[in-house]
């Protein structure tokens, strides 16, 4: 199995809803990732999970928290958004941070 | 702060013709990742480069990493309607877990 899967597909929430976005890999791999991406414009890293440990948080609103349950699952829980984090949320693993990462189709989230 | 820029932004060549982007970072870079996103999908990847002066090739597909390990470049020989997309570099910032994503140069083929 080689694949990254992400649900749900497209998320359309208020400003004042809590969701959660999922993330799973059965790759083995220990390092994942979450990125934000707008469009027509690249990926931006929000987080890094190494070893189901938080390595990288970069300066994201605490609106965004992720959680790592176990190897395999990557969550993004959402709480007030405002409609300019309306994006593309990637998810992405690795066998280790250094590694080629292998991309989720992502999460269309639109804020209303 | 940290920026990873390519060059160019956008290009149409003819099918059959060639194709390079160029990536250049602010910071020494780790390695380099090369991935290719087509429209309305996720980045795919493509190649990963590790040493100073590496050179790759992938059928087609030249990959450069240079000496000082800042910039590379991408050069697509004879393109294919298949080409079609969206290539970004990802840098990995030296000393860190830190991926960086080019600008991107989105490549469109005429047939």
């Known amino acids: 199995d080689t694949e990254v899967t992400q649900t749900p597909k497209h998320l359309v929430m208020g400003m004042t809803n809590k969701k959660s976005l999922k993330c799973e890999q059965h790759m083995g791999h220990r390092a994942m990732y979450w990125y934000k991406q707008k469009a027509k414009k690249p990926p931006e890293l929000m987080f890094v999970?190494?070893?189901?440990?938080?390595?990288i948080n970069e300066s994201v609103p605490s609106r965004f928290s992720p959680e790592c349950p176990n190897s395999s699952l990557l969550n993004l829980h959402l709480h007030a958004l405002q409609p300019e984090d309306s994006a593309l949320y990637l998810c992405?693993?690795?066998?280790?941070?250094?590694?080629?990462?292998?991309f989720g189709p992502g999460t269309r989230l639109t804020v209303l | 702060g940290q920026q990873v820029m390519q060059i160019p932004q956008y290009q149409h060549v003819q099918e059959g013709e060639d194709f390079t982007t160029y990536c250049n970072s602010s910071t020494t870079l780790s390695n380099i990742q090369w991935y290719k996103q087509r429209p309305g999908g996720h980045p795919v990847f493509l190649i990963q480069l590790v040493k100073s002066g590496e050179v790759k090739k992938q059928k087609r597909l030249t990959f450069q990493f240079g000496e000082a390990k800042k910039n590379s470049s991408l050069h697509i020989t004879a393109t294919q309607t298949t080409d079609v997309g969206t290539y970004f570099c990802?840098?990995?910032?030296?000393?860190?877990?830190?991926?960086?994503f080019g600008t991107g140069t989105r490549l469109k083929v005429l047939a």
């Open positions: 992405a693993s690795s066998r280790i941070t250094s590694n080629e990462q292998f």
């Open positions: 990802a840098g990995l910032v030296s000393g860190t877990y830190k991926y960086i």
């Open positions: 999970y190494s070893y189901e440990k938080l390595s």
